[in-house]
């Protein structure tokens, strides 16, 4: 049900003119009457949105840690929201994030207890923290373990029979499974759900349609804002809903990250035997003679193809293997388009012989051009970015466009709404023109306001040196003291290879990411049943305000990764270390030891342990502490 203005309209008032008397009245007077900080900040925040309201722009608001950016962003979101009659959008950095904006004691539950406010929001994750029926039947097979019982015992009723049909199979439904028992069973882009018999009693499409009804705010990952861009169009020509409805407007939390959940969203996978399943569902009695000499000839030609690409991997240990593209490959991937520009052109016959089922031939008609677009930016674009990797123990093709920029300003940024970039770090000295350049932005508001902290009195920088196998045991004797601790490390690799070397009596009270459900784990993290908390992903986001986090641990320095993808980067780029590598990682350490001081009342220390080789940065990385170490050990 549609909620009322949360304030009285007037003849003698526009909506905006109101919207900014309300923020004044909240920010001003009633939050800090109940307990709340009154913030220039934030309040210079709230009102910098107002204007964009008006005039259904972008802006880029960059404000530092502790300004209350969220509160800034939800009340002006909500109430343009109800005045517009569609939710707005909270697209966070990744799923992880989330579950921290609804949480208890969060935002969201301050402002609708402090307010006496009914806020209607609902939670929209990306597809693969879906449960997949189909897979996990699949697992029930070949896999054995407790968590196949856990994910049976929950199923509703109505999903293989009579019965209720509530909302189900979310990863966060199941707390004790590991992200590799998870990875077995959720959704994954290689599925085909359009032609998938249970999409009507799948977790995920309940979820899609209780989610649509929101009328204040829809929370999501960037990466699914994304993929609902992607698949948008391709959506509406299968007659299916698109992942998201339309909004009034999008605020983007961690906004500088956009650009990798674009390039994410735009990623095409291809396996060897797709095709092959394609083709035996389309081998119907009837089928002109032409067509199936076609498809004949699509199914060899791909089969050369992978044949080829297999024999051009190199070789390495890594997840997302390096392609050579060899002159032979290239060859075989523009024939294999050829073929498929000529088979599309045959299925045209073939739908005014209604010998193919229509639903079945449509289906293959939108698969057959996606893989298509995804060869053509293989084989003809020098751009693109490629590698070889698993899923779900098949060798999955993976090809993604290096440039995002037109597909942005296109799909995205034409739409007259309002958008909202929010974070802490969006410019390079105060300049925007770099983030706003990325994304295809041209016209925009902007601006940069500073932490209200003075960390100087409640933030302490220690700096460590000893040798990459010295690490685990300085981190071991700081944790003796039992203190609350994050610790952050710049991959999944590096956080297991720590695990391994850490004695079992320290382990029980830590928390590895990927063990169990994030989310869970950072809740018990936060309640003190855990001391310390492990992970590679939680640079960004995370608020874990007082006592619950007293400390944090930057283990390596997040430098990004040698794949296939920070490659691509540095092969475009005049200064590759001064333009990739350096930017990423201060960007990253900021926002890591952000985590530490989130309120007035927080206090603690970061910790940098650094190696023979992370030394040598030192000095590009002083200017950016918060404070001057204290310490160097």
């Known amino acids: ?84 009659g569609k939710p707005a959008l909270i697209a966070c950095a990744d799923e992880t994030l989330i579950d921290q904006l609804v949480k208890a004691g969060g935002d969201l539950y301050k402002l609708q207890d402090t307010l006496d406010m009914k806020i209607d929001v609902r939670l929209a994750k990306s597809r693969d923290q879906y449960l997949c029926i189909k897979r996990f039947e699949e697992a029930e097979k070949y896999a054995d373990g407790p968590y196949l019982d856990d994910i049976a015992e929950t199923m509703p009723e109505g999903v293989f029979g009579q019965g209720t049909l509530n909302l189900y199979g979310q990863h966060s439904d199941y707390p004790n499974i590991s992200d590799e028992e998870w990875n077995l069973v959720n959704y994954n882009s290689i599925q085909q759900c359009s032609v998938c018999e249970l999409r009507n009693r799948c977790g995920q499409t309940l979820h899609r349609a209780h989610y649509r009804e929101s009328t204040d705010l829809i929370i999501c990952s960037q990466d699914f804002l994304m993929e609902h861009i992607a698949t948008k169009e391709s959506r509406e020509r299968e007659g299916q809903l698109s992942l998201l409805p339309e909004v009034s407007m999008i605020v983007l939390d961690e906004g ?28 119907v009695d009837g089928l002109r003679e032409k067509t199936l000499y076609t498809m004949e000839q699509l199914q060899e030609g791909h089969e050369l193809f992978f044949d080829q690409l297999r024999d051009d991997v190199i070789e390495s240990a890594d997840e997302r293997k390096r392609i050579n593209k060899s002159p032979q490959l290239l060859a075989l991937g523009k024939k294999v388009i050829n073929i498929i520009e000529v088979l599309l052109e045959e299925f045209v016959f073939e739908s005014e012989l209604y010998v193919i089922p229509e639903y079945e031939l449509r289906m293959a008609e939108e698969f057959l051009e996606q893989y298509q677009s995804a060869m053509k930016i293989f084989a003809t674009s020098n751009d693109a970015v490629n590698w070889l990797e698993e899923t779900d123990g098949k060798e999955t093709l993976v090809i993604m466009p290096r440039l995002i920029t037109e597909v942005l300003e296109e799909k995205l940024f034409t739409k007259k709404i309002p958008y909202v970039f929010s974070s802490a770090t969006l410019s390079v000295n105060k300049d925007f023109s770099y983030i706003a350049g990325s994304l295809g932005i ?3 508001h902007s601006f940069s306001v500073p932490s209200p902290f003075d960390y100087e009195e409640v933030m302490k920088i220690f700096l460590h040196q000893s040798s990459q196998q010295e690490k685990a ?124 001081i989130r309120t007035s009342e927080d206090y603690g220390e970061i910790h940098l342990l650094f190696n023979e080789e992370e030394v040598k940065y030192q000095d590009e990385l002083i200017p950016i502490l918060p404070t001057k170490p204290v310490e160097y050990k």
Not at 63 to 83: E, F, H, M, Q, S
Request: proline content about 5%; overall charge negative.
């Open 256 to 283: 500088h990250l956009l650009e990798y959940a674009a390039q994410k969203a735009l990623t095409y996978k291809v396996q060897d035997y797709t095709i092959v399943q394609l083709i035996d569902r389309l081998m």
């Open 473 to 596: 045991q300085k981190v071991e004797e700081l944790l003796k003291d039992k203190q609350q601790t994050l610790i952050l490390f710049k991959s999944q690799k590096a956080m297991l290879e720590f695990k391994e070397k850490l004695p079992d009596e320290f382990k029980s009270t830590i928390g590895f990411e990927g063990d169990r459900e994030l989310s869970s784990i950072v809740r018990e993290f936060q309640e003190g049943k855990l001391n310390v908390l492990c992970s590679y992903h939680l640079w960004e986001g995370l608020d874990l305000p007082k006592q619950a986090l007293t400390r944090v641990i930057i283990f390596d320095l997040p430098f990004p990764p040698h794949d296939p993808l920070f490659d691509a980067k540095r092969a475009f780029a005049k200064d590759p270390f001064q333009e990739v590598d350096l930017p990423f990682m201060l960007l990253r350490l900021q926002q890591g030891m952000g985590r530490l």
């Open 1 to 84: 049900m549609r909620q009322s203005i949360p304030f009285a309209l007037s003849k003698d008032k526009s909506f905006f003119d109101s919207l900014g008397d309300w923020i004044g009245d909240i920010l001003y007077d009633e939050l800090p009457e109940k307990g709340f900080e009154c913030r220039d900040e934030q309040i210079f925040m709230a009102y910098q949105i107002e204007k964009v309201l008006r005039e259904k722009a972008v802006l880029f608001a960059e404000a530092g840690v502790g300004t209350g950016k969220t509160i800034a962003y939800l009340l002006p979101a909500i109430a343009y929201a109800r005045y517009t």
């Open 442 to 444: 041209k016209n925009y």
